[in-house]
C-alpha cells in the first residue's frame, strides 16, 4: 500500500529528470517550429497537440526513454509541417486536411442549412456578433463558421474593392442550396 504514494528516491529524481529534459525538448522544438504549432486549432493542429502531450506524457513518466521521445517529438512537429506545405501547395490537400468556410448569417438571414452543418445555433451567433460591438443585425454583411472553428462577423460596407468574403461562395448563402433549405428571419419566420 505504501507504494502508492511512494517507492523510492531514484523513481523521483528520474522523473524530475525526464519531466525537465522533455519540457524543454518540447520548448526547443515548438519555439524552432513556430507560430503554427501555438495557433488556434483546426481539426490537423488539434491532433498534433494530443499527440505532442501523449508523447511529453510519456517521456515524464519514463514510459519511454528520452531519446525515443525526442525523435517523436521531432517527427510529429515535422509532419506537421509538410501536411501544411501540401495543403499550401494542393487545393485538393487543403481540402482533405481542413474544412471550408461556411457562411452562417448572410443579409439579415440566418441559414439553416449551414447551421445545421455546423451545429451551430442561432444564440451562438447572436454572441459573436455582440462580442464584436455590433448591436444592429442590420449591420453586418455575414457571419462565417471560419477553419478553425471560430465565427467572424463581417460588417457591411460601401467601400468598392475586394472582400474578405472573395474566396466564399456567396451563391450558396443566396440560394440556400437547394430547395429542402430553410431560411429564417431575424425573427426566426421562415422565409
Known amino acids: 500500500m505504501n507504494d502508492i504514494f511512494f517507492q523510492d528516491w531514484l523513481g523521483i529524481i528520474r522523473c524530475a529528470i525526464t519531466t525537465v529534459t522533455a519540457f524543454t525538448t518540447l520548448f526547443l522544438f515548438v519555439r524552432i517550429s513556430g507560430k503554427r504549432t501555438l495557433a488556434k486549432l483546426n481539426a490537423f493542429d488539434f491532433i498534433v497537440s494530443i499527440a505532442l502531450g501523449s508523447t511529453l506524457s510519456d517521456i ?20 506537421q509541417y509538410i501536411f501544411a506545405w501540401l495543403a499550401r501547395s ?54 462565417v463558421m471560419e477553419l478553425k472553428g471560430t465565427l467572424s462577423v463581417v460588417k457591411k460596407s460601401s467601400a468598392e474593392g475586394p472582400s474578405s468574403l472573395d474566396d466564399l461562395d456567396l451563391s450558396k448563402a443566396k ?17
Request: hydrophobic share 45%.
Open 60 to 79: 515524464m513518466l519514463a514510459t519511454i526513454p528520452i531519446a525515443e521521445g525526442s525523435v517523436v517529438l521531432l517527427l510529429i512537429i515535422l509532419l
Open 90 to 143: 494542393s487545393t485538393q490537400v487543403e481540402k482533405i486536411i481542413n474544412t471550408e468556410p461556411r457562411i452562417v448569417f448572410y443579409d439579415n438571414r440566418f441559414i439553416e442549412k449551414s447551421m445545421a452543418l455546423e451545429t451551430i445555433t442561432k444564440e451562438e451567433i447572436y454572441a459573436a456578433v455582440r462580442s464584436t460591438g455590433i448591436d444592429k443585425l442590420d449591420d453586418v454583411k455575414a457571419v
Open 175 to 191: 440560394i440556400i442550396a437547394g430547395p429542402d433549405s430553410k431560411i429564417l428571419d431575424r425573427n426566426h419566420k421562415i422565409l
